[in-house]
């Protein structure tokens, strides 16, 4: 699914809530209309949503899930037989039934997601969307009725039915043309766009993030198991209950029942997915809100709090205490920073540490992280893999870049690095650090000293 939706995982859950709405329209009354001796479907609606939101591979593949579910709801003997063609075990062509349920919705799907695409960006593209949504309704018709006429001609439905228009016919397009464009609408809301933002910056913490989907599987988990079991036991208290009454079910609708059991299974599980994923959302919300207020205003790199926290959270990380990895803590100060602020004044100085802060997360958030301790003291943690010569030389790239922040002045800084092994405690990788950092400042700052922590015993 990355390739689909790259790396917003906000647009990728409203997908996976998409293909559910179809398997919930497509197995309960919501996508259906039955008038015998015919039903007027609307579970093509999510494949016309996934084309104009997103693209065409993602409604072919919401084509395939209608099908599929349209296949498999034909396959009972209670449906209309005009329906039953539909099911390649209650016709006498699989492969034709096949293709007419399947095929045809992916050809369906293919099409009108080519079509959006080609209008996508248009300066008139709502215009265009409406346009196309009147035109994909009839495009489904037209698909279907043509391949029945085509693979089940003692039917007599062609593509002419498909242009026989009734009231049905009318209620059903002012119902997708009025969905698609509010769910369009809604989906490129200021509002909806700022929850993306917050969704696919979420991810901020990796651990976090296994952990929260390990949670949503346990909660996924329990609502299919629970599911299971009550639609178990109901369906054991229906033969009860009808043994009660000495009414005897025939294997033939003792296999109807269980259909309907299964397509109440798949609705009840799709609303489940819905409802989990929907939880996701307002935890991933809540917790990157309570990241962007633990920041430091100024700089937007992490607060004092924020990041001794994270410091701590490093040491108790089970991988890295596990191959006793070796990490590095730094302390940064600038150099002569009160000259600045009383020279330029303050507007200046703030200017300086948010470009400070800026270069500094720029060059070692691939290997950490970095915080801002108060005034102009920053710290970083790096916990991925470096060589002591590998952080010298990008330290030695980091003074380059300082240098211009500042046009009036050369901006420097003093740097004490202390390398340890995790486990370690934070007060005294602090105390060795600073301690480089003072040895730092005494050689005439504007320079780095290595020192390392005393080994946890």
Request: positive net charge; contains cysteine; glycine residues 6%.
């Amino acid at each position: 699914m990355r390739k689909f939706f790259g790396s917003s995982s906000f647009a990728r859950d409203s997908f996976y809530i998409l293909l559910a709405v179809e398997v919930l329209m497509s197995f309960t009354f919501l996508g259906y209309f039955h008038f015998p001796p015919i039903s007027i479907t609307i579970a093509y609606l999510p494949v016309i949503i996934a084309a104009c939101v997103f693209g065409t591979r993602q409604a072919v593949l919401t084509g395939i899930v209608f099908g599929l579910s349209s296949l498999y709801k034909a396959s009972a003997s209670y449906v209309m037989p005009l329906d039953m063609v539909f099911s390649p075990f209650n016709s006498s062509e699989p492969l034709a039934s096949l293709f007419l349920s399947v095929g045809t919705r992916a050809l369906f799907g293919l099409l009108i997601g080519l079509a959006f695409d080609a209008v996508r960006g248009c300066k008139r593209f709502r215009s265009w969307m409406c346009l196309l949504t009147l035109l994909s309704i009839r495009l489904h018709s037209f698909l279907v009725c043509g391949a029945m006429g085509i693979l089940f001609p003692q039917f007599n439905v062609t593509y002419a039915t498909s242009f026989k228009l009734d009231k049905y016919d009318f209620c059903a397009a002012l119902v997708v043309l009025f969905i698609v464009p509010c769910v369009w609408e809604l989906y490129n809301s200021a509002r909806v766009q700022q929850l993306k933002t917050y969704i696919d910056h979420s991810g901020v913490d990796s651990y976090v993030q296994r952990s929260l989907r390990k949670r949503a599987l346990s909660f996924f988990t329990v609502a299919v198991t629970m599911t299971l079991i009550t639609a178990a036991y109901f369906s054991q208290r229906t033969a009860f209950m009808l043994d009660k009454h000495g009414v005897e079910i025939s294997a033939h609708i003792s296999g109807d029942l269980l259909h309907l059991q299964f397509m109440f299974v798949m609705a009840i599980l799709a609303l489940d997915f819905i409802l989990m994923i929907v939880g996701l959302w307002a935890y991933k919300y809540l917790m990157y809100k309570e990241y962007l207020g633990s920041l430091d205003s100024l700089t937007g790199v992490m607060g004092r709090k924020m990041f001794l926290n994270k410091c701590v959270a490093l040491q108790k990380n089970r991988a890295l205490l596990k191959s006793k990895a070796k990490g590095w803590f730094l302390f940064f100060d600038v150099d002569a920073f009160k000259s600045i602020n009383d020279t330029y004044g303050h507007l200046v100085g703030d200017e300086v540490l948010c470009g400070f802060a800026k270069r500094l997360d720029e060059a070692l958030s691939p290997y950490g992280v970095v915080g801002r301790l108060g005034g102009d003291e920053f710290a970083a943690i790096l916990h991925k893999p470096i060589t002591q010569n590998a952080l010298a030389a990008l330290l030695d790239d980091l003074y380059k870049d300082l240098a211009d922040i500042l046009p009036q002045q050369k901006v420097t800084c003093s740097i004490g690095v202390c390398s340890f092994t995790y486990p370690q405690e934070i007060r005294k990788l602090m105390y060795a650090t600073d301690k480089a950092l003072y040895k730092a400042k005494e050689r005439g700052r504007a320079c780095y000293v290595f020192g390392e922590a005393e080994r946890k015993e």
